[in-house]
């Protein structure tokens, strides 16, 4: 589904992608571990196409087409979905609106008819429900006024809707109480399938404790180190991430 | 929802020149030789058949004019204007007066029916006017939102110097309302026009509007009887088509006591090279217990990319609440215009009146805008609000300038002001300068205001979803000036909404 190789990246004039290389098959969860600085949150913010980003080498093919050569919009239509450590706030434009241009916008790029209202609001009914949102909270400003767990809840709601092939969660149980990480991961968990394959970026083992990931890889200083199974986050918790040297030149 | 997606339809095909009313009629026009001096103001008066007071009126303001200087204060730049290199007088060449719609020169006709304004009534009835499907769909779409079931507009057209055309007067007379233009006014109802022309803006009142009311060519008489509701909404259209013309539009509605009217104005020009000069007064009068809801698209050509040609919109709108309970409401979206001066203001006067004004301003390019709002608060437990959205993208700057004052008798007088700004991109300038007096220690007045960018996070995240930049962007603009919006007529909403897309065309990168 994504191969990643070799990757090179850089913001400004610091590198900080320095040969990273994945491979992900379709129905597979990975999950990537590591230090503040290791290098995370760039790797999805490349994946999802951030322009703040140059990249210098290498290259990523997702399903058999050139990522790199898309924008962030078609890297959407065609399948890769971030959910955001920081989801924005859209004043004034409902979440209902948002939902729906995004979504017609990506079942065009797919050769698909838009929906209609009813449809729309009937898919919107049942999405929601499953995660425990209110019809207010359609209603709302997109993630105005939305507690940490809710803005959280709500990229969910959208990666729930658009059905993308590619699902890269980064950072997602930051700001979270333990309720809603349940909520939130049962979101994920039912979202799992054998079509679609996951990212899942985080800090702490905690997380993969509800989403178990098939692998887990330690990524330090731009690359990755070390590979194993979902046994490997609980080493990592005892041991931290001192094996993996912090003194990064 | 659906209004969304069309604005972003709209954006999609809309090519390099974004500004699709900039085509010229060719028709022959008669016109007063350039420059001003008495003889042309004797010339204008002739022309339309005035009664004696009026160039009377005229001349002394002229006098006045020569006395005045241009106002600088505004956070406006453009060269100065050379006010006898003007013609203050153009109209379309006709035998007689046209009798009826079938008199009007084919032309305009047709310029009219490419601006997509009805001038046959009969068309309207039959909504003919929605000949542009998508905006009938998306109307439609918005009757569940909105309980929207008005169909008919009641329109005069101003083509440069006179009124071509006014529909509806037979069915609006029926219910005693009065709507023409300002010239027949003055011929069939002098009383009237003598009576309140010039109550609300003085002549002396500012350097525009005393120029105004000496070459003052025409524009809407309204009349609403005591008890009235004005059966249909009234509009009015503007449209300069000469060559280094000024078009001076004057406008009077007057609300009797417990009627309501609701008006709208819309304005467009063909694309020229050279500037042009638009300088129009407005006045409302409010009796007691009536209400008045102005409501204006203004979209006169904006200048080319470089920011060469485009209109220099100076305009004195002021509404006077002169009775109890009276009530004026301003709603406003301006996106055209190469430089914007205008403050459409409300007189509190009665006691209890309330003023409003909501106002949508775009820039983009190379546009200036200054524009705001005066709440004059002089009768007790008067209320007044101001919602304002600035947005300016490109090179363009963009000043909200405002005025809340509370006399001394004003007791409990009440505002609540809330102007916000959002830039596009990282050459443009919004700016807020409020003023705010309060002579009367129960008065109560509230000012926010908030500046943001759209951000690239925002941009970045609608994009993640799919959306593309453009779209992105018309969302968010959207977003931001949605309660403003909210105010405007259902079928002006729908309009005003595609045009705010189409202003911010190229806006981003």
């Known amino acids: 589904m994504l191969e990643i190789k070799d990757l090179h990246a850089r913001i400004g004039d610091r590198e900080i992608l320095k040969g990273f290389s994945l491979t992900i098959n379709p129905g597979e969860v990975h999950a990537i571990m590591g230090p503040n600085g290791a290098g995370k949150s760039t790797l999805s913010s490349v994946l999802a196409g951030k322009e703040d980003y140059e990249v210098t080498g290498g290259s990523v093919t997702f ?19 971030l959910a955001f450590q920081y989801p924005v706030e859209i004043p004034g434009v409902s979440n209902m609106t948002f939902l729906r241009t995004a979504l017609n916008s990506v079942r065009k790029y797919r050769g698909l008819e838009e929906l209609s209202t009813p449809d729309f609001l009937r898919l919107m009914k049942e999405k929601a429900a499953k995660l425990g949102m209110s019809q207010d909270m359609l209603r709302r400003g997109v993630n105005v006024g939305f507690s940490g767990g809710e803005k959280k809840r709500n990229d969910i709601l959208q990666m729930s809707v658009l059905e993308p092939s590619f699902c890269i969660l980064d950072e997602t149980d930051s700001g979270l109480d333990i309720d809603a990480l349940r909520i939130v991961s049962e979101g994920v968990n039912s979202l799992r399938s054998p079509e679609r394959s996951m990212l899942v970026i985080t800090h702490y083992q905690r997380l993969l404790d509800y989403i178990v990931p098939d692998v887990i890889h330690v990524m330090h200083q731009g690359k990755i180190v070390r590979t194993g199974g979902k046994e490997l986050a609980l080493e990592l918790e005892s041991t931290g991430y001192a094996a993996y040297g912090q003194d990064a030149a | 929802m659906a209004a969304v997606q069309e604005t972003v339809e709209r954006v999609r095909s809309v090519d390099v020149d ?18 001003l001096n008495e003889d042309i103001i004797r010339f204008i008066s002739a022309k339309k058949n005035e009664p004696e007071w009026m160039l009377e009126w005229r001349l002394d303001a002229y006098k006045r004019w020569l006395t005045m200087t241009e106002p600088t204060w505004a956070r406006v730049n453009y060269p100065q204007v050379d006010f006898q290199d003007l013609y203050y007088y153009a109209a379309p060449k006709q035998k007689e007066g046209p009798k009826s719609i079938d008199d009007i020169d084919p032309e305009i006709l047709k310029t009219y029916e490419k601006l997509g304004i009805p001038l046959r009534e009969r068309d309207i009835l039959l909504g003919i006017q929605s000949k542009d499907e998508e905006q009938a769909k998306a109307v439609e779409e918005n009757i569940d939102a909105v309980g929207y079931t008005g169909t008919k507009v009641a329109v005069d057209a101003v083509f440069d110097s006179v009124s071509v055309a006014t529909t509806f007067k037979e069915e609006l007379g029926k219910a005693g ?39 003052f060519s025409d524009g809407s008489f309204v009349y609403i009887p005591k008890g009235v509701r004005c059966p249909m909404e009234l509009s009015t259209y503007f ?25 709208l104005e819309g304005c467009t020009a063909p694309q020229r090279d050279e500037n042009q000069l638009h300088a129009a007064v407005v006045e409302l009068v409010a009796m007691k217990d009536a209400e008045i809801k102005y409501s204006t698209v203004q ?47 409300c007189i509190l006067r009665g006691d209890n009146s309330r003023g409003e004004f909501y106002s949508i301003a775009i820039s983009n390019g190379y546009q200036q805008v200054d524009s705001g709002t005066k709440m004059i608060h002089l009768g007790k437990n008067t209320t007044s609000r101001i919602i304002s959205k600035g947005i300016a993208a490109g090179r363009s700057d963009n000043t909200y300038r405002g005025q809340v004052s509370a006399h001394k008798k004003a007791a409990g007088a009440r505002n609540f002001t809330c102007c916000d700004s959002l830039l596009i991109g990282n050459k443009c300038g919004a700016h807020t300068v409020p ?19 759209i951000s690239d996070d925002q941009l970045f995240y609608c994009m993640q979803r799919g959306l593309s930049e453009e779209e992105a962007v018309a969302l968010i603009v959207n977003g931001f000036v949605r309660d403003v919006l909210q105010q405007l007529p259902m079928e002006f909403a729908v309009e005003a909404q595609k045009l705010i897309s189409v202003s911010l065309e190229g806006s981003v990168g």
Request: aromatic content about 12%.
């Open chain 2, 239 to 263: 449209r300069i088509n000469e060559k280094n013309t000024g078009q001076f539009e004057r406008t009077l509605i007057i609300a009797d006591e417990g009627s309501y009217v609701s008006y």
């Open chain 2, 435 to 453: 003023y705010i007096e309060s002579k009367n220690a129960s008065a109560v007045f509230e000012h926010e205001a908030t500046t943001s960018k």
């Open chain 2, 177 to 215: 309302v009065i709507f023409c233009s300002i010239s027949e006014a003055m011929r069939e109802h002098p009383d009237l026009v003598r009576q309140y022309l010039g109550s609300v803006v003085p002549v002396t009142d500012n350097f525009y509007a005393t120029l105004n009311s000496a070459v």
């Open chain 2, 18 to 35: 974004q500004y699709k009313y900039g085509f010229t009629t060719d028709i022959e026009s008669e016109k007063a030789p350039k420059g």
């Open chain 2, 299 to 345: 979209n006169w050509y904006p200048g080319d990319a470089e920011g060469k040609g485009g209109i220099y919109n100076f305009v004195t709108k002021r509404g006077d609440c002169r009775g109890e309970n009276s009530k004026i409401s301003w709603t406003q979206v301006e996106t055209g215009s190469a430089v914007t001066w205008k403050y459409p203001s």
């Open chain 1, 63 to 81: 399903l058999g087409k050139d990522l790199l050569a898309m924008d962030a919009a078609e890297r959407a239509c065609s399948g890769i979905f």
